[in-house]
Nanobody, 116 residues
Framework: QVQLVESGGGLVQAGGSLRLSCAASGRTFSSYAMNWFRQAPGKEREFVAAISGSGGSTYYADSVKGRFTISRDNAKNTVYLQMNSLKPEDTAVYYC?????????WGQGTQVTVSS
């Protein structure tokens, strides 16, 4: 069992920055990859970024590449999403996700709103 809790969302102007955090509890954090997804109103949930268990490999959606950075601190059981140069189209609920064994775990989400 893995529990995920996101934080750090909020309202920011276009061009601004936010850092999201996702704290994990349960099984050994460094043994599994972590993902960030987002869901805008009226749209399907979409992949944003992923990071391997060690943190050595990262992957990004084309829409955020060069603006967002995913990282993790395995000593703190936390994954981060640094979001820079935010755009109104980045407005969404952001979720962290972990696939551990046969389980697919999600946090409750944190709202990010970017005003123009």
């Amino acid at each position: 069992q893995v529990q995920l809790v996101e934080s750090g969302g909020g309202l920011v102007q276009a061009g601004g920055s936010l850092r999201l955090s996702c704290a994990a509890s349960g099984r050994t954090f460094s043994s599994y990859a972590m993902n960030w997804f987002r869901q805008a109103p009226g749209k399907e949930r979409e992949f944003v970024a992923a990071i391997s268990g060690s943190g050595g490999s990262t992957y990004y959606a084309d829409s955020v590449k060069g603006r967002f950075t995913i990282s993790r601190d395995n000593a703190k059981n936390t994954v981060y999403l640094q979001m820079n140069s935010l755009k109104p189209e980045d407005t969404a609920v952001y979720y962290c996700n972990a696939e551990v064994g046969r389980g697919d775990y999600w946090g409750q989400g944190t709202q990010v709103t970017v005003s123009s």
